[in-house]
């Protein structure tokens, strides 16, 4: 069996507050990892200026949806991945 993953995955501001404050409960992301329910999201907050990592939030994987399993929905080699906080 696979053990859980943690995957580090820059995120920029307002996306980043959004997730802190609970109002996206959801992330679109390349399916470049192996994106698995029940692996952990660690969202760093990412200044794109500065190229500085200015903070980090750990949330949990609850539902993963491929653009395979929803073709008109997703562009190709991208996932929905459903997230809820890390208390």
Avoid: N
Avoid at 37 to 53: A, N
């Amino acid at each position: 069996m696979r053990q859980r993953k943690t995957h580090r995955i820059k995120t920029v501001d307002p996306f980043y507050c959004d997730v802190l404050r609970g109002d996206k409960k959801a992330e679109i992301r390349r399916h470049d990892r192996d994106y698995r329910i029940g692996d952990i999201l660690v969202l760093q907050e990412y200044d794109p200026e500065t190229g500085d990592i200015l903070g980090d939030y750990a949330v949990r994987i609850t539902g993963v949806v491929t653009w395979l399993e929803f073709p008109e929905g997703l562009k190709p080699f991208y996932s929905m991945l459903s997230i809820e906080p890390m208390y």
